[in-house]
């Protein structure tokens, strides 16, 4: 009976020492769970900020932005048939339309060609010449996986002082404000037409928040883009083209 008593008293012991360690470990995760979360979202408002503050008074309209050399369209999805998706069709329009007008003289396509069977600039450089873009005026960038790669490129590789950056509103601020600060006198146009795609759209909107902690640590590290190489002639040539 004694040893009975004495085994349960230690069992119970240590079941409370055990729950005990186990409260303690559980009110931690919760506590790095909460501070983590503050931080992620301090972080995320001090870079929307930074961003919107950014492109202040630097996005227009198609009829209001002011002469650039050069339109920087940034690449998206391309389908399956080698056409543009419906978001990189509206970018490519207003690029258009900016050549048309007399706005630009010249077009950087800049997209993802990470793999041999899938090729972002080939397919908006397709699509402009086939919409009356003449094929000397487009300048194709293969290696602009994102938007810090395709700004930092178009000034270190291609040699862009002055740019309009072309893609969709909620992207755009993101843009011209990445550009600017890797050295491009970026202005911007964003596309409202897509806005039809309203699940595309929303979910996209919403990653802007993510993105844009991404684009300040990536301006805060000054991290070369993925790809670099040397200078490509090809703005210039555009440029004294015709």
Not at 45 to 52: H, L, T, Y
Not at 76 to 96: C, K, N, S, Y
Not at 123 to 144: N, S, T
Request: proline residues 4%.
């Amino acid at each position: 009976m004694i040893r009975m008593a004495i085994r349960t008293v230690v069992l119970a012991r240590l079941r409370r020492i055990r729950e005990n360690g186990r409260g303690r470990w559980l009110r931690r995760a919760v506590l790095a769970g909460a501070v983590g979360a503050l931080l992620l979202v301090a972080a995320s408002w001090a870079s929307v900020s930074w961003i919107r503050s950014g492109a202040e008074g630097r996005m227009h309209t198609a009829q209001t932005v002011p002469d650039t050399p050069v339109a920087l369209v940034l690449g998206t999805r391309v389908q399956p048939d080698g056409t543009p998706a419906p978001f990189l069709t509206a970018r490519l329009e207003i690029a258009r339309e900016l050549y048309a007008t007399g706005k630009v003289q010249a077009i950087l396509v800049s997209g993802d060609n990470m793999n041999a069977d899938y090729n972002e600039p080939e397919a908006m450089q397709r699509w402009l010449v086939e919409h009356g873009v003449p094929a000397d005026k487009v300048i194709l960038d293969y290696a602009g996986f994102d938007t810090y790669d395709s700004c930092a490129r178009a000034k270190r590789i291609f040699g862009v002082e002055r740019a309009t950056v072309v893609t969709q509103q909620f992207h755009l601020a993101r843009a011209v404000t990445v550009c600017r600060h890797l050295g491009v006198d970026a202005v911007g146009v964003g596309d409202e037409t897509a806005r039809e795609y309203a699940r595309t759209w929303r979910i996209s909107s919403t990653r802007e928040y993510g993105a844009s902690v991404k684009a300040a640590l990536d301006v805060l590290s000054g991290r070369d883009p993925v790809h670099l190489g040397p200078r490509e002639p090809g703005v210039d040539d555009a440029l004294r083209a015709g």
